[in-house]
């Protein structure tokens, strides 16, 4: 079965953007400090550590990298199953 609940879906997206502001920590910190102190010019004098940060944190939530976190799930949780299925047809 390869469906997974709401809460499971949930669960892996908030795992992905976690593991993605990770990995882009630096460059989320570079944004973060540009905007620091800035109202109205966060527009313009923080556009190249937008675009980074964005491009960074799409490598890590698109469609693509979700798609291997879930699978990956999958295959765990079929572990799972076929693990607590065999122990449990040898218990007496």
Partial sequence: MNALSRREEE????????????????VVKEFADCVSGRTI???W????QLHKM????????G???YE????????????????KLRDGESAP
């Fill in 41 to 43: 010019s966060v527009a």
């Fill in 68 to 83: 291997r976190v879930r699978t990956e799930y999958l295959r765990l949780r079929a572990e799972q199953r076929a693990v």
């Fill in 11 to 26: 669960n892996l997206l908030k795992i992905t953007k976690e593991r993605a502001v990770k990995e882009c920590h630096e």
């Fill in 54 to 61: 964005e491009e960074c944190i799409l490598l890590y939530t």
């Fill in 63 to 65: 469609p693509e990298p």
């Fill in 45 to 48: 004098a923080c556009r190249g």
